[in-house]
């Protein structure tokens, strides 16, 4: 099963190619240009690299959210075009579950932060448990993750008062560890960081995930749309101007 991943939550556009359990390619590109510039011309130059057509992708893999609004909707039109087109499934994938997945062997809580602007992030709670040696189905990820807390809009503060209330050691992991890490230090004891190459969503996790996923016959419907968890600018500037 050949399953092509794409993630264009935040400002990292990336994609994977994966065939069964084994990653073919990968490309991530982390500047500022703009997702519907750059989206179709690394699916094209991985499928091109790999010998293959996007007729040979079997079900592709996008993330849900949490992130930025334009990114989500661009990454979310483009794989769904490409699934109702070639008429193969897809599943979208939480970019919280995708970055909690590369420090899933990690020993406490694993805490995704990923920037929501005025001092909020998106973040969720996780443990990784390991299923490999008690299930053999191959379909099955060897590491599941447990989610201890909803997907969520927090303030930081609000969110070092959970974590703080939990007593456990916690990593933190996205693009908000470049913007908060020197206050989680100071604020949040136990703290642990990765390398800094981990704190961009990776599409290859992503599709670790949901080609699991895809493979146990879990797929979107075509009317499935992103988790934004919070309301755009736009709309809140449009309710402040109703309130006047």
């Known amino acids: 099963m050949i399953i092509l991943a794409v993630d264009s939550s935040s400002k990292v556009a990336t994609a994977a190619l994966m065939k069964d359990d084994k990653l073919l390619g ?3 590109l982390n500047d500022k240009k703009e997702h519907s510039i750059i989206l179709m011309s690394i699916i094209q130059e991985l499928l091109n690299n790999n010998n293959l057509s996007i007729d040979d992708i079997d079900g592709y893999v996008i993330s849900k959210g949490p992130g930025s609004f334009t990114g989500l909707r661009i990454g979310m039109a483009t794989i769904k075009g490409l699934s109702l087109g070639s008429n193969k499934p897809y599943i ?8 909690a997945f590369s420090v899933s062997n990690f020993d406490g809580i694993i805490c995704p932060i990923m920037d929501a602007l005025r001092n909020s992030v998106y973040t969720s709670l996780y443990k990784g448990e390991y299923t490999c040696c008690s299930n053999n189905n191959a379909s099955n990820l060897p ?3 447990e989610r201890l807390l909803d997907y969520s809009a927090l303030d930081i503060d609000e969110l070092i008062e959970i974590i703080k209330s939990k007593n456990e050691k916690v990593i933190f992991i996205g693009d908000g560890v470049d913007k908060y890490k020197d206050y989680l230090i100071d604020n949040c004891p136990n703290s642990y960081f990765p390398p ?16 699991a996923l895809l493979k146990n016959g879990e797929y979107d419907d075509p009317n499935s749309a992103p988790v934004y968890l919070k309301k755009s600018q ?10 006047l």
């Open 26 to 28: 990968e490309i991530t």
């Open 92 to 99: 979208s994938v939480s970019s919280l579950d995708a970055l």
């Open 143 to 145: 590491i599941k993750l």
């Open 196 to 211: 800094n190459h981990l704190n961009l969503i990776r599409a290859s996790s992503l599709g670790e995930i949901g080609s």
């Open 234 to 243: 736009a709309e809140r500037e449009y309710e402040q101007r109703m309130r």
